[in-house]
């Protein structure tokens, strides 16, 4: 992984604060006229105080922020936009979400490509709006499976079973519609935490040879639209048959699609000339299977943070820590303990367990952790 270090402003820079800058500007000014009267309130301190404020801003930021943004261990935005196309990296795009509605409805009525199903509205929460991929007809059973993806790409696609339960617009003849699975491998723009990790990690890997490593498999399903962890399994016999076990964005298994398209870029099997992994390599990309993860413990919550609230942000930062403790093998029960802390709607805690211990929970291979807000039980104490 990426080793990036924390940026240290360097020794030139220091010690040029507002105040420092200003004196400096009224020593000289001494020194050219002894005699010239350099109070505060002054027409010479007036008239140089904005220029050794200027000054100071152009010192303390504008220049630390060029600085920054020339290497990409600290750059950001745009800027880390442009050296990751000076090395062929690309920031990954949003991706839409994918899923299945089962419609209910009178034989032979036509449901055309593109029509669009959505969610119901909430209080803090638009409509999602999925639409079909192609022409369809419902048959004699009365019933069809829809494939639909998300109009708009991002995660907000991701929604639970049976919340896409209405038509943009009527059609006669069909009755009821719903998805019965989750939608899922929707995903946001690429952060600049994780394109920075990724270019940091090209430059930091430069001079080793690529022979089809973990390190090569691992960096190219990184480089895939849609994931967001990856753990390579090498070929244990003479098979030769790697495996690459993948989470999306959001630390969830990933679904077939995005494990078909790491596997498409990887082995390439409709354009050989441009594969990646060696000749006589075999390949299997996988979702993890989920172990999941119980959690109890005793809550202080903060002024005016409610259980609910908790409960929901726990449960994402531990989404986002589960593909970490996915690629090392172990759920940490330190860790866990230093993310609920880390809320800052979490006052205080005591009594953690995790699956009823306080010791670490072994993550096999191909397995991932996995919580929802029903495996956690927490208790409200007061503060």
Known sequence: MAD????ALPE??????????????LEMLKAYVPDMDLTE???????????????????????????????????????????GLSRGIYRKPAVAAHGTLTVVGKKDTEIPAGFVFTTEAELDRSSIFFKTLEDQVIPEAETIDLAVVAVNPGTSGNVASNKIVMLSKPIQGVETVTNRQPTTGGS?????????????DYDQLQGISYVGSMSD??????????VGSAKVIPANDD????KI??????????????????????????????????????????????????????????????????????????????PVAMTEGVVRYAEVGSLLIGLESVKDYENLKINNGV????????????????DLQFAEVSV
Not at 12 to 25: N, P, V
Not at 239 to 242: E, F, I, P, Q, W
Request: net charge negative.
């Open 4 to 7: 990036i270090k924390e940026f």
């Open 245 to 322: 076990v993948i989470t999306d964005t959001e630390g969830k298994p990933a679904n077939t699609e995005l494990c078909t398209a790491v596997y498409n870029h990887i082995m390439a099997p409709k354009d050989p000339l441009t594969r990646l992994a060696p000749i006589n390599a075999y390949l299997s990309v996988v979702p993890p299977e989920k172990i999941v993860i119980s959690i109890a413990a005793s809550i202080r919550p903060e002024m005016n943070a409610t259980m609910d609230e908790i409960e929901e942000d726990f449960v994402k930062a531990l989404l986002e820590y589960y």
């Open 188 to 200: 946001d723009t690429e952060e600049d935490s994780a394109l920075r990790t990724r270019i940091v």
């Open 217 to 226: 498999y691992y960096r190219w399903a990184m480089e895939v639209v849609g």
């Open 359 to 374: 010791e670490n929970i072994p993550i096999p291979n191909e397995k991932t952790a996995a919580t929802t807000v029903n």
């Open 12 to 25: 030139f820079l220091k010690d040029q604060s507002e105040t420092e800058i200003h004196k400096e500007m």
């Open 239 to 242: 098979t030769g048959l790697v």
């Open 41 to 83: 309130g002054s027409i010479a301190w007036d008239f140089t105080r904005p220029t050794a404020k200027e000054k100071a801003m152009m010192v303390n930021f504008i220049l630390v922020e060029a600085i920054k943004n020339t290497f990409p261990m600290w750059a950001y935005g745009q800027s880390l936009d442009y050296l």
